[in-house]
């Protein structure tokens, strides 16, 4: 079952724009993550936020967790064509020694050039 | 730059058929993770291995699915036989794990699309 559910499922920008993309989450974790994937590609891990964390920063990327609302965003900055890709959250849970990660469905990114 | 690697990268079968794929994770990783990805959803976990163990098995369908790791390296998935709602991407994915001491980022390989008729 998938645990992330973000939103918007799809969101189309001007090149140069910032893109807001929102998780939410319905059980505890112990950190969150964000992929990016091309189409028809792989997954490429974009940044780690701890539960004990509020905000992360990566280049144009600024993560944000809201352990209280069971929620996070994802902000890209100054967008660019090539960021066109499906953005997913996934939240991470220890259990033991394993380790294991829940997918949301993700949010289609397009930007216009 | 090391990669996780993937055969073959498209399959089309009949249903019926069995079907394998293979995945050679980053060296050194020691958990290795199988997922399948259905067109428009994200990616949910079939097996996960540590080092030549199965630690989650749990949304596995037994009955069609086997998947091994018998030296701990490389992996494969098999599938018999073949459904037609089998038809998805399915993604390998390795990480160092905890035991290796490194961090939670999991390496995804590029996938293998398997179309199901």
């Known amino acids: 079952s998938q645990q992330g559910e973000e939103d918007p499922q799809a969101l189309s920008i001007q090149e140069g724009e910032n893109a807001t993309m929102n998780c939410s989450y319905k059980?505890?974790?112990?950190?969150l993550q964000w992929y990016r994937q091309n189409s028809g590609r792989g997954l490429v891990h974009l940044i780690l936020?701890?539960?004990?964390?509020r905000e992360k920063h990566s280049g144009r990327l600024r993560v944000t967790l809201d352990t209280s609302k069971k929620s996070s965003s994802l902000l890209i900055t100054a967008s660019r064509a090539a960021d066109t890709a499906s953005y997913f959250c996934?939240?991470?849970?220890?259990?033991?020694?394993?380790?294991?990660?829940?997918f949301g469905k993700g949010t289609l990114l397009t930007v216009n050039p | 730059e090391a990669e996780v690697a993937q055969s073959p990268r498209y399959k089309i079968t009949e249903k019926s058929q069995a079907v394998a794929f293979w995945c050679d994770p980053i060296s050194g990783h020691a958990t290795l993770y199988w997922y399948r990805q259905i067109l428009g959803q994200g990616p949910e976990l079939l097996v996960q291995f540590q080092d030549e163990s199965v630690v989650d098995d749990s949304q596995l369908p037994k009955d069609r699915f086997s998947a091994e790791r018998l030296k701990g390296v490389d992996s494969t998935l098999k599938i018999q036989p073949a459904e037609l709602g089998d038809s998805a991407m399915y993604l390998c994915a390795s990480s160092l794990g905890l035991a290796g001491g490194g961090g939670n980022e999991q390496f995804f390989g590029p996938g293998t699309r398997l179309t199901v008729l």
């Open positions: 059980t505890s974790i112990n950190n």
């Open positions: 996934a939240t991470g849970l220890i259990g033991g020694s394993n380790y294991k990660l829940t």
């Open positions: 936020i701890r539960s004990n964390e």
